[in-house]
């Protein structure tokens, strides 16, 4: 019974650990550096790009800028939720309770062809949103899944005597 006890809290432990891992550092640094370059982008050479656009593209631009914008947030506050928890701020328990705030599935960007007008740079910040978010979502599922159901281990001699036994009896 200790062991299963301690085989149950090892598993909470490696998901705290994923959290401390030098992979979870990394891809806070590019996420929060991914937030810093788009909101440079979006309020310095986007807008200069932006009025160069043709009215229907212009369109595309506004909602994409913003669906970017929405899923670098999101992204950005499950980052900073995970954060807390390597940081002993909170436990993972009630970061698993505050990410049901955050939404890692919204605001997928529009139909290629449109993206394909749009201006480079804002393309090439989208796909790397669409690649990081992708990347958050597999460690979301590692780090939260749920412990998989398992059956009682009983001693595995015990259906060998039952027979013996069941044999013997007769």
């Known amino acids: 019974m200790a062991d299963r006890s301690q085989s149950e809290s090892a598993l909470v432990l490696f998901s705290e650990r994923l959290t401390n891992s030098a992979a979870f550092g990394t891809l806070f640094r590019e996420g929060m550096d991914l937030v810093e370059e788009t909101a440079a982008y979006l309020d310095g ?16 631009y506004a909602t994409e800028s ?31 309770r505050e990410k049901t705030k955050v939404k890692l599935t919204a605001a997928d960007p529009g139909p290629e ?12 910040l989208i796909a790397r949103s669409m690649s990081l978010q992708t990347r958050v979502r597999r460690l979301d599922i590692s780090i939260h899944a749920a412990p998989a159901e398992r059956a009682p281990i009983g001693n595995p001699l015990v259906p060998q005597l039952n027979r013996l036994k069941a044999a013997f009896e007769q």
């Open 113 to 124: 062809d449109m993206i394909a007008k749009l201006p480079q740079q804002l393309q090439d």
């Open 66 to 96: 913003m669906r970017l914008t929405t899923r670098l947030m999101q992204l950005a506050s499950w980052l900073l939720l995970h954060r807390a928890v390597k940081e002993g701020e909170m436990t993972l328990t009630q970061a698993n």
């Open 45 to 60: 050479d986007g807008r200069t790009e932006a009025k160069a656009l043709e009215r229907s593209v212009s369109l595309t």
